[in-house]
C-alpha cells in the first residue's frame, strides 16, 4: 500500500455524500451535540459542525461503517464529555 499526493485524495463534504466508493482511510470530526443539547450559533455553517441537525451520531457511524473497505480505517474525533453509544 502507497501513500502519498498521487495516492490520496483529500473529500471535504458530508460522508452521507460520500455514497460512490468505498475508502481505505477516512478522518472525521463529526458533530458533537445532538439538538436540545447545548447553545446553538446565529451562524448556521456553525451549527451544522456542532450539531446533529438532519441525521444522529448512530447514522453518522453506519455510514462510516458502510464507506469503509473491508480493511479499512477511521479516526474519528468526538468530545470526551459526550459519549457516543457504539452496538
Not at 12 to 40: A, C, R, T
Amino acid at each position: 500500500l502507497q501513500y502519498g499526493p498521487s495516492h490520496a485524495s483529500i473529500f471535504m463534504q458530508h460522508l452521507s455524500e460520500m455514497k460512490d466508493n468505498l475508502y481505505d482511510l477516512v478522518i472525521s470530526n463529526p458533530p458533537y451535540f445532538h439538538l436540545g443539547h447545548g447553545l446553538l450559533s446565529p451562524d448556521q455553517a456553525k451549527n451544522r459542525c456542532r450539531f446533529f441537525i438532519d441525521s444522529s451520531a448512530e447514522n453518522f457511524f453506519s455510514d462510516l461503517k458502510s464507506r469503509l473497505k473491508p480493511d479499512g480505517t477511521a479516526f474519528v474525533l468526538i468530545r470526551e464529555d459526550q459519549p457516543i453509544s457504539l452496538k
